[in-house]
């Protein structure tokens, strides 16, 4: 089958022209929602309310080596973020116990902060990191958490 001219003229602006608004409305495609995502290390949420797109927490253990961290991407209006990141130990159900935590500030529009630390075998362990965006002198509270992880 042999396109005609015209048709292919159309199709062609066509796809100039969704690429162009693909590129141009990229801040508009990260903002869509979506659940959360969760991986046996990560825990990702979209947000696109306040003023972040998303932020992450993670965890992961080898041998007795805990590396974890948490993650924020803001709006280009967010100047800093200041928060703790905590490790925790699990003591029953729902219930956790901060081993030890790291108070942190960090510049700019994206937040990406991470530690390590020994952990003990047989005891399972969590990251939690309570944070502030902020956007001048307004600040927007949030939480991250990573997936819980029994050190082998």
């Given amino acids: 089958m042999k396109l005609k001219p015209k048709f292919l003229f159309i199709l062609t602006i066509t796809a100039c022209l969704l690429i162009s608004l693909t590129q141009a409305s990229a801040m508009e495609i990260t903002q869509v929602k979506v659940p959360f995502y969760i991986s046996d290390n990560l825990i990702i949420t979209p947000r696109d309310e306040g003023c972040l797109f998303g932020s992450g927490g993670w965890l992961s253990i080898t041998g007795t ?34 081993v030890d935590y790291w108070d942190f ?48």
Avoid: H, I
Avoid at 124 to 140: E, I, K, L, Q
């Fill in 105 to 152: 500030t960090q510049f700019g529009d994206t937040m990406d902060y991470s530690q390590t630390y020994t952990v003990q075998k047989g005891k399972t362990y969590r990251m939690y990191c309570p944070f502030t965006a902020w956007v001048g002198s307004d600040s927007y509270l949030y939480s991250a958490y990573s997936p819980e992880k029994t050190c082998n």
């Fill in 65 to 98: 080596k805990a590396s974890f961290g948490a993650t924020a991407e803001g709006y280009s209006s967010v100047t800093k973020f200041t928060g703790k990141l905590y490790l925790q130990e699990k003591t029953g159900p729902n219930s956790f116990t901060t």
